[in-house]
């Protein structure tokens, strides 16, 4: 979409012009959520086929989070430079490469490798989409058109969850339909995870076709020194009364900023990057990732069988859309810090409960054999997730990606938001490389009690330092950080 002339801007701004970018830039989330969610089918196909260990299989899972760590350390810096859309387009490219060769990988290294690519475009799409969502987003509506990220992240966790259960159900009733040898035959039946992994293809082609249409975001025009066409965008989105005290706003901004990372290390803004370093850090040790990639080795451990766990995986899926759904409709009126705060109060109570139904609900199935789950209290923590990512997706999850993009200054917005992603990835992708062996060592109790603690103080971080920035401008916020 170009930029319209002044003169053929609509007095009070367009409403669907605005919903049609935020959307089509929310799908960076979608192919997030997918790229990320899809391994949770895959994990155990592949550690069978290649004869993994439980560190091997930590790697597997982890290798495309290593990608997201240089994909989330650049981006900031390519989008401050080169502008979020191009970036935006080069991450949709890494998204199609690795989804193609994870599905035709000839060795296990090749597929880590692609994974590793694809996590490049994850890494670069976590930063830029929110920030370009922010950057166009009037105050009154940021946190929902925010929150349109996050829910997309939910919708592209839920379609990976349902193509992942029906490519396995495919294969398994009708194995005939893709004949009984030759490359259909082994990517939908005989090896599966490669199918799963391909259906990835499909939202990146409609990703990077829609991005062409796109327009850079205004904020950086203004930075770029491009103000004609700064000004046309934000007169389209907000109407041209509001867009004149805009620019003055953000020029100002501009004008008090020097553009360097140190300015992050400043009083006052140094704590809006501890804020957002941590907002990271919390979200990812808080426990969703692993039951996001291990999900239904989590179920499996539980009592229940393979296409069951590969179901209730879906199951949790709709629960976690749902209840994004509600925090997108009630985040702008509730505000940040009560979803925040209330939510992972309840989510520290939930792991504690899991953690207990998984040390005193098992018993060995014979001497020297694993620990096994009664069926009965298999069903009970088959609902305590349910809860636990209701209320995951109503706090933490929701808030994250509104809350990061808004708490920087305007000029050094992209490389903030990369330290913070940065630091998001790191810690993502230690969780996920260590879980399997970590529930091996100390038994799946203890990965679920260690993440209720480290909620608990979490939920006591966000009461003492995050400030409430619903209704607020871009330029409000900074100022507040400027008075602590």
């Given at each position: 979409m170009p930029a319209p002339s002044p003169s053929r801007v609509r007095p009070?701004?367009?409403?669907?012009?605005?919903?049609?970018?935020?959307?089509?830039?929310?799908?960076?989330?979608?192919?997030?959520?997918?790229?990320?969610?899809?391994?949770?089918?895959?994990?155990?196909?592949?550690?069978?086929q290649y004869g993994l260990s439980d560190l091997l299989e930590g790697w597997f899972t982890s290798s495309a989070l290593v990608g997201c760590i240089l994909g989330a350390a650049v981006a900031g810096m390519l989008g401050d430079r080169f502008g979020r859309k191009p970036t935006l387009l080069a991450a949709s490219v890494f998204f199609f490469v690795s989804a193609l060769y994870s599905t035709i990988p000839p060795t296990f290294t090749v597929l880590v490798i692609a994974r590793w690519v694809g996590g490049l475009g994850v890494g670069?799409?976590?930063?830029?989409?929110?920030?370009?969502?922010?950057?166009?987003?009037?105050?009154?509506?940021?946190?929902r058109l925010g929150a349109l990220y996050q829910l997309s992240i939910v919708i592209g966790i839920l379609l990976a969850y349902l193509s992942n259960w029906l490519i396995l159900r495919l294969g398994q009733d009708h194995p005939m339909a893709f004949g009984g040898q030759g490359w259909g035959h082994k990517i939908f039946v005989a090896e599966c995870w490669r199918a799963m992994?391909?259906?990835?293809?499909?939202?990146?082609?409609?990703?990077?076709?829609?991005?062409?249409?796109?327009?850079?975001?205004?904020?950086?025009?203004?930075?770029?020194?491009?103000e004609a066409q700064g000004l046309a965008l934000l007169t389209r989105v907000s109407g041209p009364t509001v867009a004149q005290r805009e620019l003055t706003e953000i020029q100002a901004g501009l004008a008090r900023e020097e553009g360097s990372v140190r300015e992050l290390f400043r009083p006052g803004l140094r704590i809006a990057l501890l804020v957002g370093v941590m907002l990271s850090v919390f979200g990812q040790l808080s426990g969703v990732n692993i039951v996001?990639?291990?999900?239904?080795?989590?179920?499996?451990?539980?009592?229940?069988?393979?296409?069951?766990?590969?179901?209730?995986q879906v199951g949790f899926g709709i629960i976690n859309l749902v209840f994004t759904i509600f925090a997108l409709l009630v985040i702008d009126r509730w505000g940040r810090r009560p979803l925040l705060i209330g939510g992972m109060a309840v989510v520290t109570v939930a792991l504690v409960v899991l953690g207990g139904l998984f040390l005193w609900g098992a018993s060995p199935a014979g001497p020297g054999e694993a620990l096994v789950v009664s069926r009965a209290v298999g069903l009970w923590i088959g609902l305590v997730i349910c809860?636990?990512?209701?209320?995951?997706?109503?706090?933490?999850?929701a808030v994250i990606w509104v809350l990061t993009p808004e708490i920087f200054p305007n000029r050094v917005r992209g490389r903030a938001a990369s330290i913070a992603t940065f630091a998001n990835w790191s810690t993502n992708?230690?969780?996920?490389?260590?879980?399997?062996?970590?529930?091996?060592?100390?038994g799946m109790?203890?990965?679920?009690?260690?993440?209720?603690?480290?909620?608990?103080?979490a939920t006591v971080f966000f009461w003492k330092f995050v400030p409430e920035t619903k209704g607020r401008s871009l330029e409000e916020i900074e100022r507040h950080w400027r008075r602590q």
């Open positions: 009070l701004g367009s409403p669907a012009f605005l919903a049609a970018v935020c959307l089509v830039a929310s799908l960076g989330g979608l192919l997030f959520g997918f790229d990320t969610a899809v391994i949770s089918g895959t994990v155990e196909r592949v550690k069978q670069m799409a976590s930063v830029l989409a929110p920030l370009y969502i922010s950057e166009f987003a009037p105050p009154q509506h940021r946190g992994f391909g259906a990835e293809m499909v939202p990146c082609v409609i990703f990077f076709g829609l991005l062409l249409f796109m327009p850079e975001s205004p904020r950086w025009l203004l930075k770029a020194g491009k996001v990639y291990y999900g239904p080795k989590i179920l499996a451990t539980a009592g229940y069988a393979d296409a069951a766990a590969l179901l209730g809860v636990y990512m209701a209320c995951i997706a109503l706090s933490i999850c992708a230690l969780s996920a490389q260590l879980f399997p062996w970590y529930s091996a060592q100390l109790h203890s990965a679920f009690f260690t993440a209720a603690a480290i909620c608990s103080v």
